[in-house]
Nanobody, 123 residues
Framework: QVQLVESGGGLVQAGGSLRLSCAASGRTFSSYAMGWFRQAPGKEREFVAA????????LYADSVKGRFTISRDTAKNTVYLQMNSLKPEDTAVYYC????????????????WGQGTQVTVSS
């Protein structure tokens, strides 16, 4: 059974940076894609970024391109989301998720989810 545990959230001022981590276990992830999603209060969950476990392909939402970077460390079975130039509108609970196969922006394609980590950006 896949387990995903996020960490690294917190409170940061606008313009600051945070790095989120997602530790994955329970499977060999070589054929998988990992994704980050977020959900702000009163809003639907939205796609942020995704990466093939091979690292060869990444995908970003337009709202975070050039500011966020997704990466993975296969030795640690961990996926990261480096978030720079944070804005108040980035405030949300951030979730990591995993799916077998190709990259996707559709949360319905992801079968396993972490519990989420809160990111709050103050203005």
């Amino acid at each position: 059974q896949v387990q995903l545990v996020e960490s690294g959230g917190g409170l940061v001022q606008a313009g600051g940076s945070l790095r989120l981590s997602c530790a994955a276990s329970g499977r060999t992830f070589s054929s998988y894609a990992m994704g980050w999603f977020r959900q702000a209060p009163g809003k639907e969950r939205e796609f942020v970024a995704a990466i093939k476990w091979s690292g060869a392909m990444t995908l970003y939402a337009d709202s975070v391109k050039g500011r966020f970077t997704i990466s993975r460390d296969t030795a640690k079975n961990t996926v990261y989301l480096q978030m720079n130039s944070l804005k108040p509108e980035d405030t949300a609970v951030y979730y990591c998720a995993v799916r077998m196969g190709r990259l996707s922006q559709n949360e319905a394609d992801f079968g396993s989810w972490g519990q989420g980590t809160q990111v709050t950006v103050s203005s």
